[in-house]
């Protein structure tokens, strides 16, 4: 009788440890798979996922942590050969190149950064008011408004833990744009002081995030970033990428994934081609490829552009000087009836028309070395949008794409918008610049909205005497070792400082337009508008800038038409271009005048020019990327 009840007491003890282990792997499956449409009890969540309101609204999206982050990234949180972060440098003097306007004198490359944004934004409408540059007055757009950051907030920043207000504030008269003019100057300790608390901006941001996180892409994808990446490194890094990178898994399927992964199989299946009207098959990677996904975009793309967020911030483009790329992009994106779709289920890209320069000069305290207010406004854009809308969170942002030109840019996006496609112009491979998954955003100088393309073109190559130009502030640690080897030193290489000024900058202008080789040597950061400068002025590009990665660059074969030196043989400079045969020279110099309509903006865009070259790089990343449920 005693065996008998044992062996009873010993079946229902493992039925009720099956039931008991039954009932939590359907707990753990139901959290896992969270739909956007569901109350789930709190019982479900872990502590720190303990929704707040009766009623559950997702959020955004976010990575949990540093290393997870860079889990499916090609490069490295490395220091560069200057031992600072990119981000960090620019605080010294602003931006990387904020103060060429005066020291170069030139119109034509750096001064956007500065000298657009002396004068106020006063456009109005019926429905809105714009923010004036002292930060008096707010534009309502939408259903977001800036966060009224008031005059409590000083050298150290302390950040809003509260998304946007709904309605319209006013941001304190005490709250002015960064210093803008070229006396910006900071001593060694302030500079010290800068870069320590932009990183615990950063960190605080980082560790402050209320958003949930999601399914992480494909593992073990971490390829090593070698402290100097060279252009031929690049290309395989891109490669690797293309074979190891993926976004995350959708969280529940859409016919959109099926479009995507077929375009890939036929972009990867083109027919051979050699000869295709207006495009010159040498400038690309694989022109058949190319061609291909471009028909592609044409006929299948549909872009979702989301309509919340207050101006001057989202929604605005600014469209002179040298972050005008951002701009422009917001503009002709917005008013295009091609590609846009008001219906999001269809949409294969989603769109965040935020401008990195109007935040800078909105929400930026002069003299506060602290980002944290703008990273903050990012992250609270995020989780608003999530929170209204649930595409977001069926790929944890990564068909969501943000185009942006300031040097600030990769920072304050690098971890709540990290798993979306950045256009950048700050591209640096050793910054988090993920090869096949960001792109490289051209970095273009608009002096005229009305008349974009005024003074292109250059001398014919028999009028071009001078074998190299370079001209401007002697920004970042390159520069001046390059004034330093060649300044006064040769006749052939015409290397300056700060030019006199003239009207229209036509000393600058003459220069490109009269010599072989124009030097783009980085600032404090890697990119420089001289590369499409060079381009435009038909101007062999030679491009000093380790580790900077070149517009469309997935498509370009940037080797046949520019020049790539590294920063350690400046001093073998001229040898370098003097050893490249006459009939290379003129092969690359013919290259460059048939690439230049890639980087041309124009008043309405036009087939293969620089709006549509920006798009389908985003949508080709896209497609390699993208993955089915």
Known sequence: MGQELSSIFQYEKKRLLWLIGITFAMILAFHYFELPYVEVQPLVFSDNKIPTSDSIRFRAANLPSESEMFNNMTTLKQENSTGQNAFEIVHETRTSEEKDSASRTGLISEPGRESNRSSGIDATDDSSTLVSNNGSVIEKAGNLSLSTYNDTISHSIIPTYLAPPLSPTKLSPNITPPMLSHDYEETDSEVDETLRTLQDDVNILDNDSSINSVPKGTKDSQIPVPKVTTI??????????????????????????????????????????????NLYAPLFRNISRFKRSYELMERTLKVYVYREGSKPIMHSPYLLGIYASEGWFMKQMEGSKQFVTKDPKKAHLFYLPFSSRMLEETLYVQNSHSSRNLIQYLKNYVDMIAGKHHFWNRTGGSDHFLVACHDWAPTETKRHMAKCLRALCNAD?????????????????????????????????????????????????????????????????????????SKGNRNYIQYMKSSKYCICAKGYEVNSPRVVEAIFYECVPVIISDNFVPPFFEVLNWESFAVFVLEKDIPNLKNILISIPQKRYLEMQMMVKRVQQHFLWHRSPVKYDIFHMILHSIWYNRVYTARAR
Do not use: C
Request: glycine share 6%.
């Open 429 to 501: 491979v050793k910054e988090g610049f993920v090869l096949g998954k960001d792109v490289s955003l051209p970095e273009t100088f608009v002096r005229s909205a009305q008349r974009p393309t005024r003074n292109i073109g250059g001398n014919k190559v028999s009028k071009r005497k001078t074998l190299a130009f370079f001209a401007g502030g002697m920004h970042g640690y390159v520069r001046p070792i390059l004034l330093q080897h060649w300044e006064n030193k040769d006749p052939d290489m015409k290397i300056f400082g700060t030019l006199p000024r």
């Open 232 to 277: 031929s490194e690049m290309n395989e890094l891109l490669l690797q990428n293309r074979a190891s990178y993926s976004s995350m898994r959708p969280r529940w399927s859409s016919a959109v994934d099926q479009e995507l992964l077929k375009a890939r199989l036929e972009i990867e299946n083109a027919p051979i081609i050699n000869d295709v009207a």
